[in-house]
């Protein structure tokens, strides 16, 4: 992973959820079973269904809440409050992350589908809280989700960031093709690699690859 594909970088934005902390905490299992009871609540259905409808909500519209809104008009607030209202006891913090992350040059973002205030809490929890400038969830998006194009350009009119002078650093790999297009170096934070012509680079340890990159 060549150091100078990034030198024109001055602006990090990083995804949450299963890339600022491991897969192995599981913490968005507790979100899911939240999240599938909104659903059957909403919906008026059994667990098993909703359960299997939250995961189509999440394909077709790219989270569970933009398919709750579209086709149910529920209102995100109290539902983002609900949701992420769960345990943290799974985190640790990472000094070695922070340390990585602080090192990097320029302005550094956390932008989550979640909400800011969860958001915050994962950082705390992790000991990242420090190196980030800002912090923006689906609420600074109007509510669109990653993966559509007007979320990410919500957040860069937000920000006021270059798109062509940033990097966003994501699990999900689907959430990688609008900021490629938008200009932006992309990398895939998981522990497999995934071909496509959106990923340009791979990640299996965050910190050692943020680490070659100063």
């Known amino acids: 992973m060549p150091k100078h594909a990034f030198a024109h970088v001055d602006t990090w934005i990083f995804d949450l959820d299963n890339t600022l902390y491991p897969p192995e905490a599981r913490l968005f299992d507790q979100i899911e079973v939240r999240m599938t009871a909104w659903v059957a609540e909403v919906v008026g259905v059994d667990e098993p269904t909703a359960n299997a409808l939250r995961k189509t909500y999440w394909a077709q519209y790219g989270t569970t809440l933009a398919g709750l809104m579209r086709e149910h008009g529920v209102d995100p607030a109290p539902y983002l409050t609900d949701v992420h209202d769960i345990s943290m006891d799974h985190l640790v913090p990472d000094p070695d992350l922070a340390q990585a992350i602080d090192a990097l040059p ?6 989550t589908n979640g909400s800011e205030p969860y958001a915050r809490r994962v950082l705390a929890a992790r000991g990242l809280t420090a190196p980030f400038d800002a912090v923006y969830g689906v609420e600074h998006a109007g509510f669109l989700p ?3 194009r007007a979320a990410f350009q919500a957040i860069i009119d937000h920000d006021g960031f270059a798109p062509a002078r940033a990097a966003m650093f994501e699990d999900d790999p689907r959430n ?7 200009g932006m170096c992309t990398v895939l934070v998981a522990p497999e690699a995934v071909e496509a012509p959106h990923i340009q680079h791979h990640a299996t340890d965050l910190t050692g690859f943020l680490g070659r990159l100063t």
């Open 146 to 148: 990653k993966p559509e």
């Open 176 to 182: 990688l093709a609008e900021p490629l297009a938008l």
């Open 106 to 111: 320029g302005r550094k973002i956390v932008y």
